[in-house]
């Protein structure tokens, strides 16, 4: 459905604009009310906006600028009324303790449509981990 694989590609690159941009409400608006988001930090899951509201609110100061979102290498499955999305996404800036950050993560996302409008109803975003070492792998570029 090239129609609706163009409408979650826009819904991405919005996203990750708001993100960039620190823009609460714009990136809120993109998430449904019931959403369940597994992120890289504890805990196992955030549930409803206004968790990840508190989430979103509690990572955003902590950069000293934009916050880079390079959406790489997606997918799209999509029907009429749900749709899911895999992709790499390039994550770079600075936080505000001076440290440089740029790394690849991996982010899944299932999406509902309402009417003529998309909402992201689940994200999972990982890294890969070394086992022996059980450290995040950061390294890795696609």
Aim: glycine share 8%.
């Amino acid at each position: 459905m090239p129609g609706v694989e163009a409408a979650i590609r826009e819904l991405l690159e919005s996203r990750s604009a708001a993100m960039g941009g620190k823009d609460i409400e714009w990136l809120m608006s993109l998430y449904s009310n019931d959403i369940v988001y597994f992120d890289l930090v504890p805990p196992l899951r955030y549930v409803g906006s206004s968790a990840l509201r508190e989430r979103f609110l509690d990572w955003f100061p902590r950069w000293s600028g934009p916050i880079g979102q390079e959406l790489g290498q997606l997918d799209v499955a999509a029907g009429d009324t749900v749709a899911a999305a895999w992709m790499l996404i390039r994550a770079h800036g600075t936080l505000k303790t001076g440290a440089n950050v740029d790394y690849w993560v991996r982010v899944s996302n299932a999406f509902r449509r309402s009417g003529d409008r998309w909402t992201i109803t689940h994200e999972h975003v990982s890294l890969p981990v070394d086992m022996r070492s059980r450290t995040a792998v950061l390294d890795l570029t696609p």
